[in-house]
């Protein structure tokens, strides 16, 4: 779940869930949301590739560091933003009762 509120960017909720130590504890919600923010980035492809090298006998193209086809980790992260790729709305699924 940590992951999926970090893709989402959902700040506030981690900082509800994060336990405070040391300075943090006189900090609000919103002062740890804020340094939440400042300790999270998106890696680069480069430095994807630095730290989990391609592995021998497969073409760094088609794998990632999962050892998966980079089209399932496009179509996962599409289904949780609701965004392709190539900029166009994923279709929405509505609720059924």
Same mark, same amino acid.
């Given at each position: 779940?940590?992951?999926?509120?970090?893709?989402?960017? =959902?700040?506030?909720?981690? $900082?509800?869930?994060?336990?405070?130590?040391?300075?943090?504890?006189? *900090?609000?919600? @919103? +002062? #740890?949301?804020?340094?939440?923010?400042?300790?999270? !980035?998106?890696?680069? @492809? +480069?430095?994807?590739?630095? !730290? /989990?090298? $391609?592995? !021998?006998?497969?073409?760094?193209?088609? /794998?990632?560091?999962?050892?998966? &086809?980079?089209?399932? *980790?496009?179509?996962?992260?599409? *289904? #949780?933003? &609701?965004?392709? $790729? =190539?900029?166009? +709305?994923?279709?929405?699924? +509505?609720?059924? !009762?």
């Amino acid at each position: 779940m940590l992951t999926f509120r970090l893709l989402r960017k =959902d700040y506030m909720h981690l $900082a509800k869930c994060l336990v405070p130590i040391g300075s943090q504890i006189d *900090m609000s919600l @919103e +002062e #740890i949301a804020d340094m939440l923010k400042t300790k999270t !980035k998106r890696f680069s @492809e +480069e430095d994807i590739r630095k !730290k /989990f090298p $391609a592995r !021998k006998g497969h073409d760094d193209n088609d /794998f990632d560091m999962f050892g998966q &086809g980079r089209w399932v *980790m496009q179509r996962v992260v599409s *289904m #949780i933003t &609701g965004r392709f $790729a =190539d900029g166009l +709305e994923a279709p929405r699924i +509505e609720k059924t !009762k």
